[in-house]
């Protein structure tokens, strides 16, 4: 590159979902000039959308919401490349290839990055995440050699991963530490439910099992592990999906004074220590997250009202982050998964109490929480039964009473042609075990 200096008013490091939601949004409301820096792909592309790729139901480019033209034509420059330091002193930061790039403003939306927990052969040929394009490419190149693979971690990365590897019939051991999948965050009959479901698509699940080693071959390759228990699996892939964690080690090695803990310190309006100077996304560690909220919270959703409100706080309307209602949704295998508000799944019985439905012959269960003094709504999970986000977020920011909610629940569901005698047996079963109480 001839020129090795770049001026901009705005410059963005990533452009995943919150730094391309802040570039559109700054755009929206101003003429500042605007730069996204990015080593992934130049161009932003739905992360969800890895797995379909490997399974053959989209190409890379039908996950890009935006044409390549969209760009130029909104006047937002796109530099590849990767940060290497940050010198807040001068406004300035420097790339992998020398080029320098000084801002007026700088906001970091540089993500996750796999979690690694220091097990021998971590790093071979052969073991990777499940997180960025260049995993989903490096999977792509080994597939046809996979015969047998090991996935480390039962969270929703990890069961992706187990149904992208399974789509190819390649066997999928699942190491899991848990003695449930995912019992931390899904109450005991959902987590059984997805349990069984694993099992019934001949996945090696392997429940409290962890990790001990990956054994590497001549070439430096992985060719097998030693689990907990001192089993020893063959193998020629490894799927490390233990979480992840900010990718910011890039900071800890530039002349940056910009705050850290886990990931960058943020306040309310999700600016750093540094005047001007934001972080967003994945990468941000909030210092005062809303009651019940995770100070890192590595959510889609979360990422893009990010965002938006770091946008409009630049653009003169200084705007806090308020994620409103926590919700999520995923997909096990053929079993979809939401939930809205908060449905803990070991409860206080003093605080929370649940009415569940689950029908007797299809993995699909609703389940609501109140609590019991109150009777005040507070959150749903529901499995393979689509419900609809904006009427229980009403319902929350209302603060519904159970009752109420029981008596109008068919207004929740997607499609009441499929799915109305599912909700009539629900809200059966819910009265039945709330009006004895209630009355």
């Known amino acids: 590159m001839g020129n090795k200096n770049l001026s901009t008013s705005v410059l963005i490091i990533g452009n995943g979902i919150s730094g391309v939601t802040a570039a559109r949004h700054i755009r929206k409301r101003s003429d500042l000039s605007i730069t996204i820096v990015s080593e992934e792909t130049k161009y932003f592309f739905s992360r969800t959308a890895l ?23 909104n006047k937002i420059n796109i530099v590849e490349g990767r940060v290497m330091s ?49 995993d989903l490419e490096q999977l792509e190149k080994l597939s046809p050699y996979i015969d047998s ?50 099992l019934d698509h001949h996945i090696g699940l392997q429940l409290e099992t962890e990790l001990k080693e990956i054994v590497s071959d001549t070439h430096g390759r992985a ?34 004074n910009i705050k850290t803990d886990r990931g960058i310190l ?35 959703y979360t990422g893009r009202m990010m965002g938006e409100a770091v946008a409009r706080t630049i653009t003169g309307n200084e705007t806090p982050y308020n994620p409103g209602q926590w919700f999520n949704s995923a997909k096990f295998f053929d079993i979809e998964y939401q939930t809205y508000g908060w449905v803990n799944a070991q409860p206080n019985p003093k605080q929370e109490k649940h009415l569940y439905w ?9 389940r609501l929480a109140y609590h019991p003094n109150t009777f005040k709504f507070i959150g749903v999970v529901n499995m393979g039964i689509r419900l609809k986000h904006e009427v229980f977020n009403q319902w929350l920011e209302d603060h519904r009473d159970i009752s109420f909610v029981i008596h109008d629940l068919q207004h929740a569901h997607f499609d009441p042609e499929f799915y109305g005698n599912y909700i009539k047996m629900a809200k059966t079963k819910f009265e039945q075990h709330l009006i004895p109480e209630y009355s």
Not at 88 to 117: A, H, T, W
Not at 168 to 188: A, D, G, M, Q, T
């Open 51 to 73: 797995m379909y790729i490997y399974m053959g139901h989209m190409k890379f480019e039908h996950t890009k919401p935006y044409e390549n033209s969209f760009w130029g034509k």
């Open 358 to 366: 689950e029908h007797p012959q299809k993995n699909i269960s609703i």
């Open 149 to 198: 693979s090991v996935i480390v971690g039962g969270g929703l990365i990890g069961i992706e991963l187990a149904e992208m590897l399974h789509s190819r019939n390649i066997k999928v051991h699942y190491l899991v530490r848990e003695s449930s999948f995912w019992n931390k965050v899904l109450p005991k009959e959902e987590s059984q439910m997805i349990t069984r479901h694993i």
């Open 266 to 300: 943020v306040d309310k309006y999700l600016q750093t220590n540094i005047e001007n100077i934001y972080a967003i996304g994945d990468c941000a560690q909030q210092t005062q997250p809303n009651p019940k909220r995770l100070a890192i919270e590595a959510v889609w």
């Open 86 to 134: 940050i010198n807040d002193s001068l406004n300035s930061v420097e790339l992998n290839d020398g080029l320098r790039i000084s801002y007026q403003y700088l906001i970091i939306g540089c993500g996750s990055k796999p979690n690694k927990f220091g097990w021998p052969g971590q790093d071979l040929k052969g073991v990777s995440g499940m997180y960025h394009l260049q």
């Open 223 to 256: 060719k097998g592990v030693y689990t907990s228990n001192d089993d020893y699996i063959s193998c020629q892939y490894v799927g490390l999906t233990c979480g992840v964690k900010p990718n910011i080690d890039f900071l800890t090695e530039s002349e940056s």
